[in-house]
């Protein structure tokens, strides 16, 4: 069985810092590409960021770049979502799945404040 659990949000002040982690177990990231989605209130889910191990490729929406850095440790068979620079705009709930949407975690809620 596959299962994301997704760990790290919270509330943090404009201009913080928040990491957030994804454990994996039933997959691993040989074999699908992993990566962080967000749903803000009333809309629909968006990509934030995936990453491909098996060809190196990484995504990032235009929203997100320069501030936010998506990295896994495979052994752990975690992937991370470092969050620099964050803004009001960020405050969603962020979820762990992989890029094609086959699977999902629960989600971990993120504030920003201003």
């Known amino acids: 069985e596959v299962q994301l659990v997704e760990s790290g949000g919270g509330l943090v002040q404009a201009g913080g810092s928040l990491r957030l982690s994804c454990a994996a177990s039933g997959f691993t990231f040989d074999d699908y590409a992993i990566g962080w989605f967000r749903q803000f209130p009333g809309k629909e889910r968006e990509g934030v960021s995936c990453f491909s191990s098996s060809d190196g490729r990484t995504y990032y929406a235009d929203s997100v770049k320069g501030r936010f850095t998506i990295s896994s440790d495979n052994a752990k068979n975690t992937v991370y979502l470092q969050m620099n620079s964050l803004k009001p705009e960020d405050t969603a709930v962020y979820y762990c799945?992989?890029?094609?949407?086959?699977?999902w975690g629960k989600g971990t809620l993120v504030t920003v404040s201003s």
């Open positions: 799945a992989s890029c094609a949407g086959d699977y």
